[in-house]
């Protein structure tokens, strides 16, 4: 499977005072201790809890769907990657996983000569990313690289567990209960740090751990694009993504979603305006927010000149990389501009309500999807795709979405630092150091963990505003942006670190999601082995010179090469 286990150094490790096996019992009440509990198997949780074990920790990694990996499995979202990927840009253990990925498909699946060929494989031949590939094939991936750990009892994972309690004395957190979604048993865990690898930052509120959610005002963070006035309750839609197969000549429609009519006349009421219905092949460009018009072709590609074909999009299985074409269909993950949901939010709020902003998620999905069967305008005049199947066997649930919303946005901590839009936004920068865009580079962090490039891009949201999408700069990801101001033994270790709203939209993606995750592994296992602190590791020079050569040494980039600083 093509894994790289490099072990830390000895010098750099000293394995000293490191917990016994956690030891539980089988659907009861249990409790147990870890060197390193990691709340959640999103992306980052998953690159947080192998980096941990690489140090010699004994950790528990919890996951509340069935599905390790996040983005990446559970909530059917392909690779948003920078155009420097194949090359730099990511870590080592990254860039391990993507080949891992290339290699099960050579390994599993009938490729053409061609395609086995292709040193940069994308299964997918999506327009989104280099390597859109099919879900399962990240979790067998992910899976196989946790296994070893499993394997020797290093590694304790518990699948569909929620975080609902936990017990801090001071600034420590001293235990977290979890509780199986499956039989409502509970289990306790202590560990000496706890790492937040929630989508949303479940641990964050039942900690008592100081964060922020939504807008932050102008004057508070000194951006030029933040608003006025701050807005806790505005954040970015989320998305019910599906999987969707096409077969010629066959009929597939659904039964009409129960919220079907409402959603076929949805005007969205955004600021700058929406250009017509959300259920239309138009939508507002998200730099000029000038009306676009795209379209929908199962069977073509795009067409030069021509508008976007969303089905290419987020295609993972493109038929003609495969010798089963007979038999075999294209597949394409429906993350569009029209199953974006900004009526409200699933956290914050009752159980009740978040409850119902999520069933009205996925209602918009299964009406959109009826409405590619049933109405969508086609290429040649006709309306509809009934061929239009919806695949559960790539979901892996029953109704066929996914098993996880895709969250943009999460609880965000009071972090040591926060990255700004002036520290890696393009004209944000150049006006802090008055000096031309085209010389412009963004702030250097001493105490960088990582790198990452992506647009500022932000969906439409909960307060009524379009997209906002501007120009960023390559970035490095700072240690202080992981490390609570106040919390002494909790570490972000996702989307929750100190960015802001609009920064989010640039430090939300697959591989900086890993390398945060990663890192934040990383610095809890050197914390256990060394005795130190995280706001130690970071605030003394020579501890975070010795803690960054050796995550160096681990494969962290932790600068931009001159050529992509732009």
Same mark, same amino acid.
């Given at each position: 499977m093509h894994r790289i286990r490099q072990p830390f150094s000895r010098r750099g490790f000293l394995k000293a005072g490191l917990s016994a096996p956690f030891a539980f019992r089988a659907l009861g009440v249990a409790s147990g201790k870890v060197d390193i509990a990691v709340i959640g198997a999103s992306t980052g949780g998953v690159a947080a809890a192998l980096a941990a074990m690489r140090t010699g920790?004994?950790?528990?990694?919890?996951?509340?769907?069935?599905?390790?990996?996040?983005?990446l499995t559970s909530q059917l979202v392909p690779?948003?990657?920078?155009?420097?990927?194949?090359?730099?840009?990511?870590?080592?253990?990254?860039?391990?996983?993507?080949?891992?990925?290339?290699?099960?498909? !050579?390994d599993h699946y009938p490729l053409t000569a061609e395609a086995r060929a292709t040193p940069f494989l994308n299964p997918g031949n999506g327009s989104v990313s280099r390597i859109t590939h099919e879900p399962r094939v990240s979790l067998e991936v992910l899976e196989s690289m946790l296994q070893p750990y499993l394997s020797s009892g290093q590694l304790t994972l518990l699948l569909r567990h929620k975080p609902v309690q936990a017990e801090v004395a001071g600034n420590r957190i001293r235990r977290v209960q979890l509780r199986a979604l499956d039989t409502g048993s509970v289990v306790e865990v202590e560990a000496a740090y706890f790492l937040d690898a929630t989508d949303q930052g479940d641990l964050l509120p039942i900690s008592g751990t100081e964060y922020v959610t939504g807008a932050e005002s102008r004057a508070q963070t000194g951006e030029p694009t933040a608003p006025e006035i701050v807005?806790?309750?505005?954040?970015?839609?989320?998305?019910?993504?599906?999987?969707?197969?096409? !077969?010629?000549?066959?009929?597939?429609?659904?039964?009409?979603?129960?919220?079907?009519?409402?959603? !076929?006349?949805?005007?969205?009421?955004?600021?700058?305006a929406?250009?017509?219905?959300?259920?239309?092949?138009?939508?507002?460009?998200?730099?000029?927010?000038?009306?676009?018009?795209?379209?929908?072709?199962?069977?073509?590609e795009a067409v030069p000149g021509g508008p976007l074909n969303l089905w290419i999009y987020r295609r993972i299985r493109d038929r003609r990389n495969?010798?089963?074409?007979?038999?075999?269909?294209?597949i394409s993950l429906i993350n569009?501009?029209?199953?974006?949901?900004?009526?409200?939010?699933?956290?914050e709020q009752s159980d009740a309500e978040n409850s119902r902003h999520l069933e009205a998620g996925k209602q918009l999905s299964l009406s959109l999807l009826y409405w590619l069967q049933t109405e969508a305008p086609r290429p040649d005049g006709g309306q509809g795709w009934k061929g239009l199947e919806l695949r559960k066997d790539v979901s892996g649930t029953a109704d066929g979405l996914a098993k996880y919303p895709y969250i943009r946005e999460s609880r965000r901590i009071r972090a040591e630092y926060t990255v700004t839009e002036k520290q890696v936004g393009l004209k944000a920068r150049a006006a802090v150091l008055g000096i031309p865009e085209r010389e412009v580079r963004a702030e250097t962090f001493a105490d960088s963990v990582g790198v990452g490039s992506y647009r500022i891009d932000l969906h439409p949201s909960t307060g009524g505003d379009n997209y906002i999408d501007i120009s960023s700069l390559p970035f490095q990801i700072p240690l202080g942006a992981l490390i609570p101001q106040r919390m002494e033994n909790l570490i972000a270790a996702c989307k929750n670190i100190g960015v802001t709203h609009l920064t989010n939209g640039c430090y939300r993606l697959h591989p900086v999601e890993w390398n945060i995750g990663e890192s934040a592994g990383?610095?809890?296992?050197?914390?256990?082995?060394?005795?130190?602190?995280?706001?130690?590791?970071?605030?003394?020079?020579?501890?975070?010179?010795?803690?960054q050569r050796e995550i160096a040494r681990q494969g962290v980039e932790l600068n931009w090469p001159q050529y992509t600083a732009r």
């Open positions: 920790a004994r950790v528990l990694l919890t996951e509340e769907t069935d599905w390790v990996g996040g983005q690779p948003d990657e920078h155009p420097w990927i194949e090359h730099t840009g990511v870590t080592r253990l990254y860039r391990t996983y993507r080949n891992a990925v290339r290699a099960f498909y !050579r807005q806790p309750h505005n954040i970015q839609a989320f998305t019910v993504c599906f999987a969707l197969g096409y !077969r010629e000549g066959e009929d597939h429609t659904i039964e009409k979603p129960a919220q079907y009519s409402f959603w !076929r006349d949805y005007v969205p009421a955004l600021k700058p929406w250009p017509g219905k959300l259920l239309s092949l138009s939508y507002s460009n998200p730099v000029t927010l000038e009306p676009r018009t795209l379209t929908v072709d199962p069977t073509r495969f010798t089963d074409t007979a038999t075999g269909s294209d569009w501009p029209q199953n974006d949901y900004w009526l409200g939010r699933i956290h990383y610095l809890a296992g050197w914390c256990v082995a060394r005795g130190d602190s995280p706001r130690a590791v970071r605030n003394q020079k020579q501890k975070l010179d010795e803690f």
